[in-house]
């Protein structure tokens, strides 16, 4: 009997996702380690609505760049990056940048692209949300960020491959090229939380907010939760220092804005940030 179920159309990926494909290659030596853990975005959310009845607008992920910005400024063993195997070199970097994994458009075919918002470790949230608005804004199909991905697919792909190898792999210049951390959001989808590499040694993925029961005080209460994932590179860090970071996060995340404004500057004292937090929670 012959069949009449039409024959799948079979073809080479498209042109403009091979830079992921260059990208999934070179991540083949990392050692992933996975933590996750919730937080309680209620300050975050409180300034995030006064904010927006000022007409100013923040989006989560600005708050998670920020908040990871200032802790990894204070855990340079996880502000790093390590390259060779049987003489592997570790760099440690004085400033944190964070790249940013975007949803875009690039010749009409739907490809994950990402930027890099420097100076993290001082860089405050409206500057912040603006590179963020900046980034998004405009065609990937004209973006001079965008230029040296919309070159690699011009390549032959084997040539295109060492193109990108030859751009990531050196240990000096990777925090302008691609971050000394990453940030991957899926939390305008129904996504709770996932796990991800994103060719640095701290990957945080964002999953959406939603409200949860909680304990406080030994009672149940609702609040709006955030699952904030970290991937880490075990090659580079362990997992105390690992979960250090991530618990760092929750923290500056959980005491919004109350948190210290750069490790340059002194520590906020304590009547400083109880005030910070009551103005927060009663706007």
Known sequence: MTSTTPAAPVGPPARQRRHTLYFLDEIRSFAPVHLDTEIDMTRVLAHREAAKADGVRYSP????????????????????A??????????????????????????????????VVPDLDTAELPAIQAQIDDYR???????????PVRALHKLHPLLGLLAYRASVRP??????????????????????????VGGTTITLGVGRILDRVVARDGLPAVAPVLRLNLTFDHRVVDGAESAEVLAGIKDVLESYPAYRAAPATAATTAGEAAEAIETATAR
């Open 61 to 80: 992920v600005a708050y998670v760049l920020l908040a990871a910005g200032r802790v990894l400024a204070e855990h340079p063993e996880a502000n790093a």
């Open 82 to 115: 390590v390259r060779g195997r049987l003489r592997p070199r570790v760099a440690r970097y004085s400033t944190v940048a964070g790249k940013l994994v975007l949803d875009r458009r690039l010749g009409g075919q739907r490809v994950v692209l990402a930027t």
């Open 137 to 147: 804004g405009d065609d990937a199909d004209t973006r001079p960020e965008f230029g």
């Open 171 to 196: 240990l000096r210049g990777r925090p302008e090229r691609i971050g000394t951390f990453a940030v991957s959001s899926l939390g305008h989808a129904p996504v709770d939380g996932f796990h991800s």
